[in-house]
């Protein structure tokens, strides 16, 4: 048996605190596989690195497991402090000091670019994708004295209903229950859709992976019985599968009565009122939509596969529902141009009462389709490295003045949200008044309420 200490680096709380589920999953995998294992979060435990001295020396780790779950926010307004993988290396260099304990980091923002991150931190070992045979795997060859390499390269994707149960930290969950008002969880991983700036199929594959709805009720009981939960976020890619599964889900929930709130991330296509009615029954209470694109032409310019028109349909099936609905848009991607923003921003009016929050550039990630676009329209070159945020840009707009169009369009209305800093004032506000959880659908008001 050894002992592995969990850290999440992340300590970012916008748009709100979100509660470190990788590094949960992966800890229930070691631990299933009969480890000792200790989680400490940056977030809530403190970024001290004296606490965690204290707390490593206490537990006297065999192995130390660093969490990464983004490399950057994404946001082009941001300045290097938007750059999380700097503290990291300072965290692994101060680690260093006074543990022996090899170190290895997995995590999304790790898969992304392996070999550059690894090498950046100084790292023993790294983990690309689902860590939850690998690093149970890395700690029996440690264990044994075997040779591992520094890069440790992707297990095969699991099936649905091999993926771990998270094991929720009864002394983590109440500060995000707290700040947030919710805890996470999968039904499912992997995407079929091809969006060319998205790294969710390199992360999680190109084909849905879905679990038992059986097994998804079961672990939301736990979290109602065991944490008191009453809300929850399902962090699948897409929550609406073509196929329909996430309805099963739905009347699953239903049928067991779960008594849970939740909302998840929703593709605009394939629903309308019915889906809408069966979702609420099930708890749900609101959506975030990802168009990612104003109008057709920069729709397609994002390979997304659905019109705007269908966004339209369910946006306004939502309304119907009274269901909050939050749109993501991205302005400057692939074919914007002064034409596209304009038919973009009168689109967004066309969205009615529910929220729009506004992007500007896509951060691009290294063999997306978006990073062979970027390089053939000048923007990088197949040398520029993307360990630090780039952006692409259209080089048929002019930055500042389309930035300046959105913001004046936006400019007096609480349910339109740009620069993403202007939402991070909003939510705060709010935050201090007492409110948790999404937030932002506090600024929807549906028709029959009262303004």
């Known amino acids: 048996m050894s002992r592995v200490f969990f850290i999440s680096s992340n300590t970012t709380i916008e748009p709100y605190p979100v509660y470190p589920l990788g590094m ?13 294992v200790e989680q400490y979060d940056c977030l809530v435990n403190g970024d001290d690195i004296d606490t965690l001295r204290a707390r490593i020396a206490d537990f006297a780790p065999d192995l130390i497991s660093i969490s990464l779950r983004n490399i950057d926010n994404v946001d082009s307004f941001s300045g290097e402090n938007a750059w999380y993988l700097a503290r990291v290396k300072t965290l692994v260099a101060d680690i260093r000091k006074f543990c022996t304990a090899p ?132 962090t699948d890619s ?49 959506l975030e939509l990802g168009p990612d694109a104003g109008c057709d032409r920069t729709l397609n310019g994002l390979d997304k596969k659905l019109t705007f028109a269908e966004v339209i349909a369910v946006n306004e099936a939502c309304l119907a529902e009274q269901l909050a609905a939050a749109h993501f848009v991205i302005f400057g991607g692939p074919e914007e141009d002064d034409e596209t923003l304009a038919e973009g921003l009168d689109n967004m009016d066309r969205l009615g009462a529910s929220v729009v929050f506004a992007f500007s550039g896509i951060r691009i990630h290294p063999d997306s389709p978006l990073h062979q676009r970027a390089i053939d329209d000048g923007i990088i070159t197949a040398e520029t490295s ?65 303004l």
Not at 431 to 441: D, E, T, V
């Open 238 to 286: 897409v929550f609406n599968d073509p196929q329909g599964t996430y309805l099963k889900l739905c009347e699953e929930m239903i049928r067991h009565d779960v008594g849970i709130g939740w909302s998840a991330y929703f593709r605009p296509q394939g629903f309308g009122r019915e889906e809408l009615q069966l979702m609420k029954r099930a708890g749900l209470y609101a």
């Open 386 to 450: 993307l360990l630090k945020p780039v952006y692409y840009f259209s080089p048929r707009i002019d930055r500042e003045k389309m930035e300046a169009t959105i913001e004046a369009r936006f400019h007096g209305r609480k349910n339109r949200i740009f620069p993403p800093s202007e939402g991070t004032k909003r939510l705060e506000i709010m935050k201090n008044f007492g409110y948790r959880g999404l937030m932002w659908n506090r600024l929807i008001r549906f028709p029959k309420e009262e």
């Open 24 to 36: 949960a999953v992966v800890s229930g995998a070691v631990k299933a596989a009969g480890h000792m």
């Open 103 to 234: 170190i290895v980091v997995g995590g999304p923002a790790l898969t992304i670019m392996p070999e550059q991150i690894a090498t950046y931190l100084e790292v023993d070992h790294a983990i690309i994708g689902e860590g939850e045979v690998a690093l149970p795997q890395l700690v029996t060859n440690l264990s044994s004295g075997k040779q591992v390499p520094q890069v440790i390269t992707r297990s095969a994707p699991l099936a649905g209903n091999d993926f771990s149960t998270p094991l929720f930290d009864p002394e983590l969950a109440p500060f995000y229950l707290e700040q947030s008002g919710m805890l996470n969880l999968q039904t499912k991983r992997g995407c079929p859709y091809r969006c060319t700036y998205c790294s969710y199929p390199h992360l999680e594959g190109n084909r849905f992976r879905r679990r038992d709805p059986e097994l998804v009720v079961g672990e939301l009981k736990r979290l109602k019985d065991k944490h008191g939960v009453e809300r929850v976020f399902f």
